[in-house]
């Protein structure tokens, strides 16, 4: 049963407007998650973190939103740049599990010029 | 700082052969982990430690050895290489930032297991 989802694999926005991806998880006890950006042939890049105790986290253009009753975060970037395009993953994390990362599948972010 | 390295980039193993996969971090982190990444799917656990000296199984230990001798350095064993281990390997270590713990990663090792 996969905890945490994305539900689309991929999506393209035009270059300047805001992108939106998002992820949903089934897990209650998940306290801590987290946007990875992947580039081909490179590891995942921390891009920006979540703890339950929030509902919103923003860095520059990037910011996240949780949502705890409806078991959902995303991901807004505006604007968006050619450069983000890549696969976005989140993540999702507990204390009773050691933080041990639950992944879901990533979305591909295509920016269109 | 080079963060989070990983060698080799790439090998190829026949069926039944072994190797190890070395990934070495210079972040003096205590967390260091273990991924496999296949197409369509995000990244699986294999192993992972929290501390020199202590190892752990995550979701999908079966076929793999690790070792954790030295706090910089996480080395991933297969003793009898099988098809169904071609896959992208990622390391990471991870630092605890004030509300959880946040993995960096190295490059992947692509291996391919003919």
């Known amino acids: 049963d996969q905890q945490v989802k994305q539900n689309s694999p991929s999506l393209s926005v035009q270059e300047g407007r805001i992108s939106i991806l998002n992820c949903d998880y089934t897990?209650?006890?998940?306290?801590?998650f987290l946007w990875y950006k992947k580039y081909p042939a490179e590891g995942p890049t921390f891009l920006i973190s979540?703890?339950?105790i929030k509902d919103k986290n923003e860095d520059g253009r990037f910011t996240v939103f949780l949502n705890k009753s409806a078991k959902h975060l995303s991901l807004h970037i505006v604007p968006s740049q050619p450069g983000d395009s890549a696969v976005y993953f989140c993540?999702?994390?507990?204390?009773?599990?050691?933080?041990?990362?639950?992944w879901g599948a990533g979305t591909k972010l295509i920016i269109k010029p | 700082n080079a963060g989070v390295t990983q060698t080799p980039k790439f090998r190829v193993l026949k069926t039944g052969q072994s190797m190890t996969l070395l990934c070495a971090q210079d972040m003096n982190h205590e967390y260091m982990y273990w991924y496999r990444q296949d197409p369509g799917m995000g990244l699986r656990l294999i192993h992972y430690?929290?501390?020199?000296?202590?190892?752990a199984k995550g979701e999908v230990p079966d076929g793999y050895n690790v070792s954790r001798l030295k706090k910089q350095n996480f080395l991933l064993g297969l003793e009898s290489a099988a098809p169904s281990q071609t896959s992208v390997y990622f390391c990471?270590?991870?630092?605890?930032?004030?509300?959880?713990?946040?993995?960096?990663f190295g490059p992947g090792t692509r291996l391919l297991v003919l």
């Open positions: 430690s929290v501390g020199e000296g202590t190892t």
């Open positions: 897990n209650s006890m998940f306290d801590y």
């Open positions: 979540i703890s339950s």
């Open positions: 990471a270590s991870s630092a605890w930032d004030g509300t959880g713990e946040t993995q960096y």
């Open positions: 993540a999702a994390s507990d204390a009773d599990s050691n933080y041990q990362l639950i």
